[in-house]
């Protein structure tokens, strides 16, 4: 996803995603103020995206609920989303 997101006042922009078991970054994020909320990338042996489970640039947002598998990414609902690789 690029470009601008609608920020904290509006709706998720990233929402209820699932990728497992890809060639390269499960989710990438390349714009600000994207919201991600209920994705899940990654895990573990097959399902492990090959380069990054999350790439996420700053300025985003997590409204909550993505995980790495089944492991949550932390942070409260609206605090920002971790940047880099995961």
């Known amino acids: 996803m690029t470009g601008t ?3 904290a006042g509006g709706g998720a922009d990233l929402k ?5 078991g890809t060639g390269s970054d499960g989710i990438q994020v390349n714009g600000s103020g994207h919201k991600l909320k209920n994705n899940s990338s990654g895990g573990s ?6 380069v990054c489970q999350y790439r996420v640039t700053s300025g985003n947002i997590n409204a909550t609920g993505n995980t790495i598998g089944s492991v949550p990414i932390p942070g409260a609902n609206g605090s920002p989303f ?3 690789c995961k």
């Open 5 to 7: 997101g609608s920020g």
């Open 16 to 20: 209820g995603n699932t990728t497992r």
């Open 45 to 50: 042996g097959p399902d492990t995206n090959r």
């Open 82 to 84: 971790p940047i880099g």
